[in-house]
């Protein structure tokens, strides 16, 4: 992992800010904590501190946490864990949804929680090593592999690094079923091969983001109880 690892969490209660990096100083020392304990505070730090990794909590006093969540989409891929006392499962989905990159249930363990951050900060490395790899090009939609970008109809996507990784792989293997276990293991790393509704969220934000309809999908295809294929779009 990286040296200088900066960390920002979003949180309102101190308790768990100060635990948290206790725990980080204690078992990660390379990462650095950096707190805030509002919505409109933890916006502005996104900005001003350029994290790697951004630890949400949903239930804020001064905004709704998706709301945050949706803000820091709209300018930024950084990786996010929403830390969240909600349990319903629309919720997490929800949050996964609008960008999470993953999420925590409180209460949480602090082995956990690190583990998820190691998980999505190597997410966010993955896939990185493949400059050799071709440029995809199609006239709907072109992936320039060495400089992770993302052209649909002339315009440039943003995507997350999850989504990102999801979709490299499934083009690398482009006409290929690739089976849920193979593509949790690949883009979310082993402990996840059981997570089949992390992997339906983010085909569908794949397919809302670069089908012409997501609802009647030519690229991202469904093979029912088996997995998924990427087809090249006419
Ligand atoms: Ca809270």
Excluded: C
Excluded at 5 to 31: C, F, G, H, T, Y
């Amino acid at each position: 992992m990286r040296a200088d690892l900066k960390v920002l969490m979003i949180e309102d209660n101190p308790d768990i800010v100060e635990s948290v990096s206790l725990v980080l100083k204690l078992r990660w020392p390379e990462a650095r904590l950096v707190g805030a304990a509002e919505g409109g505070q933890g916006l502005a730090m996104v900005r001003s501190e350029s994290p790697d990794l951004i630890i949400l909590d949903l239930g804020l006093p001064d905004m709704d946490g998706f709301k945050v969540l949706e803000e820091i989409r709209s300018f930024t891929d950084k990786p996010i864990i929403i830390l969240t006392a909600r349990t319903g499962e629309m919720d997490r989905l929800k949050g996964l949804e609008m960008g999470a990159d993953d999420y925590i249930t409180k209460p949480f363990s602090h082995t956990e929680l690190l583990a998820r951050m190691r998980a999505v900060l190597r997410r966010a490395e993955r896939f990185r090593l493949n400059g050799e790899i071709k440029p995809f090009i199609t006239p709907h939609l072109s992936i320039d592999f060495a400089n992770r970008t993302v052209i649909r109809d002339g315009q440039p996507v943003r995507l997350t690094p999850t989504e990102y990784n999801l979709l490299s792989y499934l083009v690398m293997n482009e006409g290929v079923v690739l089976t849920h276990r193979a593509l949790l293991e690949k883009v979310w790393g082993e402990q996840y091969v059981g997570a089949t509704d992390y992997l339906k969220v983010y085909i569908q934000r794949l397919r809302n983001k670069l089908e012409r309809d997501p609802y009647a999908p030519e690229m991202f295809l469904t093979e029912r109880g088996i997995g998924y294929k990427f087809v090249r779009p006419s």
